[in-house]
Nanobody, 125 residues
């Protein structure tokens, strides 16, 4: 069974940092593009960042550019989202998602097939 499990969320003060992890089980991430999304209460889901299977191609939403970094460790079946300089508006449930692609550097940032259940990030003083 293909599963994605997010972890690393929590509560942090503005300006703080968190690192989210997305662990895949039941499949290898070598051929999957991965996206991180977030959804705050009453708001639409927002794409935060995405990465190609080989890690060579990344994309960030303008709202997180320069503060968040996406990376992956395929042998460990893990994808990370390092979040620095956190702001209250970053508060949301964060989800990772996976899409099978045949080209290692392809990063469509859409059309994901598999989703995790999310991890809560709260930024508050």
């Amino acid at each position: 069974q293909l599963q994605l499990v997010e972890s690393g969320g929590g509560s942090v003060q503005p300006g703080g940092s968190l690192r989210l992890s997305c662990l895949a089980s039941g499949f290898t991430l070598d051929y999957y593009a991965i996206g991180w999304f977030r959804q705050a209460p009453g708001q639409e889901r927002e794409r935060v960042s995405c990465i190609s299977p080989n890690g060579s191609n990344t994309h960030y939403a303008d709202s997180v550019k320069g503060r968040f970094t996406i990376s992956r460790d395929n042998p460990k079946n893990l994808v990370y989202l390092q979040m620095n300089s956190l702001k209250p508006e970053d508060t949301a449930v964060y989800y990772c998602a996976a899409l099978y692609v045949t080209v290692p550097q392809w990063n469509p940032c859409a059309g994901y097939d598999y989703w995790g259940r999310g991890t809560q990030v709260t930024v508050s003083s």
